[in-house]
């Protein structure tokens, strides 16, 4: 028997041999450098996977199929590898399971190190703040019904709870974490659909410390009598009716918006841009059919509407080539056996997206993938079994979606990736979007 001096040191000398042959350990990747040691590839996960209370009772981050690199995602929302061996594109999964058991995939394709921030799934709205940076109060004029009106604040950081009575006179708490200026908007609406009739805008009303900001006079001072013309240029205009959106958007909040449909050229309701809607630019949002239209499936195109007239540009129809895929009412037959996700995309756009999600019930496998458009397809591989319950799609009738997006703000594929915010009011964006079905066998 060993004297009970020599342990610790029996201890210290088999920590210190320990073999190179040990296995991974589930969820990680075996090799834990020296803090000192800088990585070589770092992955941010999005806000909406590492909120908390978190929807997942565990999220991993994948380098190719995990087979050699994989970490498991804490609280942080970081994970950096450390291996000289990950050098050039690499393809990022994070794999969720969900507490019912739910498996969830996000891969993206061909990512450029050494680091990455990944775009969220959802927008997140946090909660607002309930510090009182003051009052207005006032009177909308001009108003034929003013039981039509409805009175709006926008602000950087600040909104407004609004009390209006049927006389036009209002009151509006303002509330928000710090003072600010904050922009006063009333419309009237009426007629078949609740159409926008009339507006008026006051801008860089300041508030701050509780105080209140009386004697405040808004004039509906601008009809919606103005129009918009709006054409589709080339092969985007495939025929058929296309709807037209007119969007009056200050500061990142929603004003109001008019529209139009028909068969193209379009002539969307506006309002003249005299002061103060010469202050901001309106967005005009042209769509041609409907993502469950198969096989073309729906065109969109935002852009700011600088001028009387508009001409909208669409990408081409975005196919997918595999799995078959057909409409609701008709949908193809697949093998799940060497299943593999193609696409054929607009090569002008930035990135292509594809999915497929189980059409009944809590699906238990959910996989979506994003590509450069260089990029035209995917193999779905094999989840470690020590990660997830489910490893691969199970037999069932799915719904296949994909999506192609351009942006005028963005000069390629990496520009999603960095954390920057591309999306601006002067942004405009071209998307296609499918949705077609499959049943795997």
């Not at 996960?45 to 909120?51: E, K, L, S, Y």
């Not at 958007?249 to 010469?278: K, N």
């Not at 895929?325 to 697949?334: F, I, K, L, M």
Request: with cysteine; aromatic share 6%; glycine share 10%.
């Amino acid at each position: 028997m060993l004297p009970i001096r020599l342990l610790p040191l029996l201890a210290l000398l088999l920590v210190a041999c320990h073999s190179p042959e040990t296995p991974v350990p589930p969820g990680g990747s075996g090799n834990k450098p020296p803090p000192e040691t800088p990585p070589t590839f770092t992955v941010h996960a999005p806000g909406d996977v590492t909120t908390m209370p978190s929807p997942y009772k565990n999220v991993h981050v994948l380098l190719g199929d995990g087979g050699r690199f994989r970490e498991r995602l804490d609280a942080s929302g970081v994970v950096r590898f450390h291996d000289p061996a990950i050098v050039g594109p690499q393809d990022v999964s994070l794999v969720m399971v969900s507490s019912s058991g739910a498996v969830q995939v996000r891969t993206y394709l061909a990512l450029e190190g050494p680091e990455v921030r990944l775009p969220g799934f959802a927008y997140l709205i946090s909660g607002p703040s309930w510090t009182k940076q003051g009052t207005l109060t006032g009177r909308v004029t001009g108003a034929v019904n003013p039981k039509a009106l409805s009175v709006s604040v926008a602000g950087e950081g600040l909104y407004g709870l609004t009390t209006l009575a049927e006389d036009g006179t209002f009151s509006i708490d303002i509330r928000g974490d710090a003072p600010g200026t904050v922009d006063l908007f009333a419309k009237e609406t009426g007629g078949s659909g609740e159409m926008v009739l009339r507006v008026g805008l006051e801008r860089g009303i300041a508030v701050g410390s509780g105080a209140t900001v009386g004697g405040l006079e808004l004039a509906l001072d601008h009809p919606v009598d103005q129009v918009l013309n709006v054409s589709v240029e080339g092969d985007g205009a495939r025929g058929g009716e296309m709807t037209a959106s007119l969007e009056y958007i200050l500061g990142g909040h929603y004003l109001f918006s008019t529209s139009a449909s028909g068969m193209l050229p379009l002539s969307v309701p506006a309002v003249a841009r005299t002061a103060p809607f010469d202050t901001f630019t309106p967005m005009l949002s042209i769509t041609s059919g409907d993502a469950a239209m198969f096989p073309d499936g729906a065109l969109q195109t935002s852009l700011p509407a600088v001028t009387s007239s508009v001409t909208a540009t669409f990408l081409a129809p975005l196919r997918i080539t595999s799995p078959a895929v057909g409409p609701r009412e008709a949908p193809a037959s697949a093998s799940r056996s060497g299943l593999v996700m193609s696409w054929v995309p607009d090569r002008t756009a930035h990135l292509t997206e594809m999915g497929l999600e189980a059409t009944t019930g809590a699906s238990p496998l959910d996989w979506r993938v994003m590509a450069p458009t260089s990029i035209t397809s995917f193999t779905p591989f094999a989840l470690p079994a020590d990660l997830v319950p489910v490893t691969t799609f199970p037999a069932g009738s799915y719904r296949v979606w994909a999506n192609s997006i351009w942006s005028s703000h963005a000069s390629g594929y990496a520009d999603f990736f960095t954390g920057r915010d591309i999306r601006d009011p002067d942004e405009e964006v071209r998307t296609t979007r499918l949705l077609a079905y499959v049943e795997l066998q």
